[in-house]
T-cell receptor
Framework: TQLLEQSPQFLSIQEGENLTVYCNSSSVFSSLQWYRQEPGEGPVLLVTVVTGGEVKKLKRLTFQFGDARKDSSLHITAAQPGDTGLYLCAGLNTGTASKLTFGTGTRLQVTL | EPEVTQTPSHQVTQMGQEVILRCVPISNHLYFYWYRQILGQKVEFLVSFYNNEISEKSEIFDDQFSVERPDGSNFTLKIRSTKLEDSAMYFC???????????FGPGTRLTVL
């Protein structure tokens, strides 16, 4: 069974601070997707990283895929209250290339 | 922007009853999925579907579950005899190609009493 562990589980920071969320596994994934989920809603895709070592930027969000394609990180610069939410990483299995294995989630709260 | 839609948004049913959850995937997508999320837990894969057949299913997807694409637009998940532990958010997702990005619907909250 493939597992994805995210850390930290909870993060409460003030507006303007920087933060990093980690997503780690002992398994290799063909790609990794980051989602954001609001309460009672479905996950919304933020980005997909495919190549080991790949870095993608989405405004103040920077996503990195580990060289071995087993881990990933999400860095937010100058966090804003609108960044508040649940961040999920999800790995696409190398073998079947069809199902997503979701991480445990990081709940971020950004206060004024 | 194309999106995945799901109905109903909330379904309450009695234990032992059958429920059908409906999804309309993004129109040119070919791969369809169901996931579920029990309150406070991780999103879990249930089943993937392509070319009118199941391509992979998890241990959760037992004989009580079935999926169908009855026409060119809908994708359904049926639970034949619901149990209390089936209470969860059920998400439909679709992707345009094998290994492609998966786009999720807003979910159906199923409550089994």
């Amino acid at each position: 069974t493939q597992l994805l562990e995210q850390s930290p589980q909870f993060l409460s920071i003030q507006e303007g601070e920087n933060l990093t969320v980690y997503c780690n596994s002992s398994s290799v994934f063909s790609s990794l997707q980051w989602y954001r989920q609001e309460p009672g809603e479905g996950p919304v895709l933020l980005v997909t990283v495919v190549t080991g070592g790949e870095v993608k930027k989405l405004k103040r969000l920077t996503f990195q895929f580990g060289d071995a394609r087993k881990d990933s990180s999400l860095h937010i610069t100058a966090a804003q209250p609108g960044d508040t939410g649940l961040y999920l990483c999800a790995g696409l299995n190398t073998g079947t290339a069809s199902k997503l294995t979701f991480g445990t989630g990081t709940r971020l709260q950004v206060t004024l | 922007e194309p999106e995945v839609t799901q109905t109903p948004s909330h379904q309450v049913t009695q234990m032992g009853q059958e429920v059908i959850l409906r999804c309309v995937p993004i129109s040119n997508h070919l791969y369809f999925y169901w996931y579920r999320q029990i309150l406070g837990q991780k999103v879990e894969f249930l089943v993937s579907f392509y070319n009118n057949e199941i391509s992979e299913k998890s241990e959760i997807f037992d004989d009580q579950f079935s999926v169908e694409r009855p026409d060119g637009s809908n994708f359904t998940l049926k639970i034949r005899s619901t149990k209390l532990e089936d209470s969860a958010m059920y998400f439909c997702a679709s992707s345009g190609f094998l290994g492609g990005e998966q786009f999720f619907g807003p979910g159906t909250r199923l409550t089994v009493l």
